[in-house]
């Protein structure tokens, strides 16, 4: 037989990168084929806390909140796995800064990438998006607002409902947000996410 067997064993540092990467993509893939909600689960679970706080009614044990409680634990026992393999919205932006990185080198050209000096103060608008949701939840505002989330577009479109005209605000700030993605790898995870 001339098919070549892989020896794991005698693998370089280049061809184990080389497995890792392949691997988490695939894992990356199925996560986003098969159970791409898990995100948005935990999210509503984050909001569901929040709104029935603010509204002085009881947190009980929701699918959601049953999701968010399992990310957590997970995170706490094994780290970001959940960030790295598992949401769908870091897996599109991998594919998007791939995809741009890919069709920099076909092309020839030098990346534009997101300048370092601008990465540390961004790093700090998650933690203001994450408590701009919070106050919206815990004063009842946050049911109100329809269309101006970009995860609901993004889960909209994922599951192949593409009426998102009364989510126009939504539609642009998840243009912003993949345009991001294009310039700087993981920008939503480091700057955005309220998770």
Not at 22 to 49: D, E, M, N
């Amino acid at each position: 037989s001339n098919v070549k067997k892989m020896d794991i064993h005698n693998l370089t540092a280049k061809d184990i990168k080389k497995l890792h990467i392949w691997l988490r993509a695939l894992i990356q893939v199925l996560y986003f084929l098969f159970i791409p909600s898990v995100y948005t689960a935990a999210f509503a679970g984050v909001k569901y806390i929040f709104t029935q706080i603010g509204a002085g009614e009881k947190v009980a044990m929701t699918s959601f909140v049953t999701v968010l409680v399992v990310i957590c634990i997970y995170t706490i026992l094994f780290g970001r796995f959940f960030c790295g393999f598992a949401c769908a919205f870091g897996t599109l932006g991998d594919a998007v800064h791939a995809l741009y990185l890919f069709l920099c080198k076909k092309c020839k050209k030098k990346p534009v990438l997101l300048k370092k000096s601008w990465k540390k103060p961004l790093s700090f608008l998650k933690y203001a998006v994450l408590l701009a949701i919070v106050l919206l939840c815990f004063t009842g505002v946050y049911g109100e607002i329809t269309g101006w989330s970009p995860w609901d577009v993004f889960s909209m479109l994922r599951s192949g409902n593409f009426k998102v005209g009364a989510y126009w605000l939504g539609c642009v700030l998840l243009v912003l947000i993949l345009a991001g993605m294009v310039f700087c790898e993981r920008f939503f995870c480091r700057f955005l996410c309220p998770m």
